[in-house]
């Protein structure tokens, strides 16, 4: 006779259902597997802190001996011996100072005089209460320049036409020193204007305070093509 299992008996059909609860079961092992974390062991090693049992080492503290002021010197004392006016004094000392003092300011008001002199030499003015005047006016000195000047070839040649402006200084004595070009046009005109204003005569001097000076004079020279 054939033994016949019942439904409730028979684990075939829950097969299954085991089988699931085995894989959950397992994931859930590999879960906590990976999710442990181990710790190296570390080990403390005690270190003794020893102190040196050393002595300070003391400074001697020297004394600084203050040196005393010097000692003051003694009061002088004047012994003033009174005599008589009877009494004659044979070491009168008689001093002549009248004649120095003569001779000190004499020397001053030289030395001052000289160094007025000398800086009235160098100073050249422009402007002074009589200025210098060429001998005869200026109708005289166009004159002179025109009988004088040559009109340069180059200048001729490039069409070169113009004014140069000369500046020069009328010394004490009337000579005509320092001439320079103040503005030029070139093509030997600037040259031409300086060697003309070199030949001139002697000036009569400016003057400020009736005594000769130097003054600074500007003048232009016209250079026209015909």
């Known amino acids: 006779m054939?033994?016949?299992?019942?439904?409730?008996?028979?684990?075939?059909?829950?097969?299954?259902?085991?089988?699931?609860?085995?894989?959950?079961?397992?994931?859930?092992?590999?879960?906590?597997?990976?999710?442990y974390k181990s710790y190296d062991k570390v080990e403390y090693a005690i270190v003794e802190k020893t102190i040196e049992d050393t002595q300070e080492?003391?400074?001697?503290?020297?004394?600084?001996?203050?040196?005393p002021p010097p000692a003051q010197p003694p009061p002088q004392i004047t012994l003033i011996n009174v005599v008589d006016n009877d009494v004659l004094v044979e070491d009168d000392i008689e001093i002549d100072i009248d004649f120095a003092e003569d001779l000190a300011i004499e020397e001053y008001k030289f030395v001052v005089e000289q160094e007025e002199e000398e800086i009235e030499e160098k100073q050249i003015f422009l402007i002074v209460e009589d200025m210098p005047e060429y001998p005869g006016g200026e109708v005289a000195m166009y004159k002179f320049i025109g009988e004088n000047i040559e009109y340069p070839r180059i200048a001729k040649e490039s069409g070169i036409s113009g004014r140069v402006f000369v500046t020069f200084v009328v010394e004490r004595d009337g000579r005509v020193t320092d001439v320079q070009i103040?503005?030029?046009?070139?093509?030997?005109?600037?040259?031409?204007?300086?060697?003309?204003?070199?030949?001139?005569?002697?000036?009569?001097?400016?003057?400020?305070?009736?005594?000769?000076?130097?003054?600074?004079?500007r003048m232009p020279i016209r250079f026209t093509l015909q």
């Open 2 to 35: 054939e033994a016949k299992k019942t439904v409730k008996a028979d684990l075939e059909n829950k097969r299954f259902i085991f089988l699931e609860i085995g894989f959950v079961l397992t994931l859930t092992l590999l879960f906590f597997a990976f999710e």
């Open 182 to 217: 103040l503005r030029g046009i070139g093509g030997g005109c600037d040259e031409e204007a300086i060697r003309v204003i070199k030949m001139m005569p002697q000036w009569s001097p400016g003057k400020q305070r009736g005594k000769p000076v130097r003054v600074q004079y």
């Open 57 to 67: 080492e003391i400074i001697p503290i020297t004394e600084q001996k203050v040196k």
